[in-house]
């Protein structure tokens, strides 16, 4: 196997500029000044336990300001290690309600029963649409998709086409210019797992892992650590111009020129939903509930594309205009259905551990 890193639980947080968060918290704070006290008879804390890319300070002050609660926000590492201590800590909850599980640990949240049911009566159509099949305890708040990221700068430099496909990565040219990411130890790197088995299929899937790796690619633990310590765009002298990050990542990386210096590769993309949702045994339910409906509000999802790098679930949130261009959703993700991936996930990342290990001692 590649050399690992320790590794950084953040996703995109690093991504989030210091100034988009002020922004944020401008606009929130500004945005619930009219509701302020609307609901002040509510009274009481409520805390909400998130994924560190959360915007924490900016949020709880809103959402207190909107609620009429004492929000108070708690980090719980990466979406898998959100999930985990969900999971572990059933019947004795670390808070009152939670945000960012995704997909692939859906299942693992709703077959622990570590959720209660709850439908916002403001739920956009196009959110109910993401819902888990068969369970109203996970409510959707964002969507984004996990893709490689390529520096089609450097490849124009060296007079290379740029990589397109899962298969590009295969070649002899684009030996040893990729970082991958660990699926058991990173979201977004169980993300791409999920989707080189929806693509390549149960008996081939680890093979094409095996075959990454013995062309070289470098395996990261954390996605801060690939995307800005080996990406040759993250800004902190990286040299391999191919990388696993997300859709949404070249809208961060735009020139003075107005142009972009990184681009996603949307035939290797893999669909994120992110979710929220009330924890059973609450000590606040009803004050869980209305944050849960905060994160939903028009004025907390107009800010997650510029906090956070996901699309809201809301149509009518806004979205930065660049967007269109240089974050686009890709149009055929490869997917799985949340049960299958909790039948799976286990297995599929011991059968990659084993086929990344193999390879790197061959």
């Known amino acids: 196997m590649m050399p690992m890193r320790t590794a950084v639980p953040r ?3 690093a991504l989030t500029t210091t100034a988009a968060l002020t922004g944020a918290a401008a606009l929130l704070l500004a945005g619930c000044s009219a509701d302020a006290g609307s609901d002040a008879d509510a009274g009481g804390t409520v805390t909400l336990i998130v994924h560190d890319s959360f915007p924490n300070e900016a949020f709880a002050e809103a959402a207190s300001a909107a609620t009429g609660y004492d929000v108070e926000v708690v980090g719980s590492g990466d979406g898998g290690e959100l999930a985990n201590q969900l999971v572990l800590t059933q019947g004795a909850p670390l808070g009152d309600a939670f945000f960012g599980v995704d997909q692939i640990f859906a299942s693992r949240v709703v077959d622990a029963d570590v959720a209660e049911d709850y439908v916002p009566e403001g739920l956009p159509e196009d959110a109910a649409a993401l819902a888990v099949d068969g369970s109203d305890a996970l409510v959707p708040i964002d969507r984004g998709a996990t893709c490689f990221n390529i520096d089609p700068v450097w490849f124009a430099d060296q007079g290379i086409a740029a990589p397109e496909t899962y298969e590009d990565l295969l070649k002899p040219e684009y030996r040893e210019l990729t970082v991958i990411l660990d699926p058991a130890a990173s979201s977004t790197g169980a993300s791409f797992l999920v989707g080189t088995v929806a693509y390549f299929g149960a008996d081939a899937y680890a093979d094409y892992w095996s075959d990454l ?9 954390g996605w801060s650590d690939a995307y800005y310590g080996q990406f040759t765009q993250g800004g902190e002298g990286g040299t391999r111009p191919i990388v696993l990050s997300y859709s949404s ?3 961060a990386t735009i020139a003075d020129d107005g142009s972009s210096t990184s681009a996603a590769l949307l035939d290797t993309c893999s669909s994120q939903v992110e ?3 009330v924890l059973e045994g609450a000590e606040n339910p009803e004050g869980a509930r209305a944050v849960v ?3 939903l509000s028009g004025e907390f999802q107009d800010t997650i594309a510029e906090t956070m790098y996901m699309y809201p679930v809301d149509p009518e949130a806004s979205v930065p205009e660049e967007w ?3 974050a686009p959703l890709p149009e055929e993700p490869h997917d799985l259905p949340s049960d ?3 039948a799976g996930l286990t297995d599929w990342q011991k059968a990659v551990a084993d086929a990344v290990a193999g390879a790197a001692a061959g």
């Open 213 to 221: 790796v013995e062309n070289g690619a470098r395996v990261e633990q």
């Open 249 to 251: 990542s070249p809208a």
């Open 293 to 295: 409906d905060y994160l």
């Open 275 to 277: 979710y929220a949702g």
């Open 340 to 342: 299958e991936i909790a």
């Open 11 to 13: 996703r995109r947080a």
């Open 324 to 326: 269109e261009q240089f």
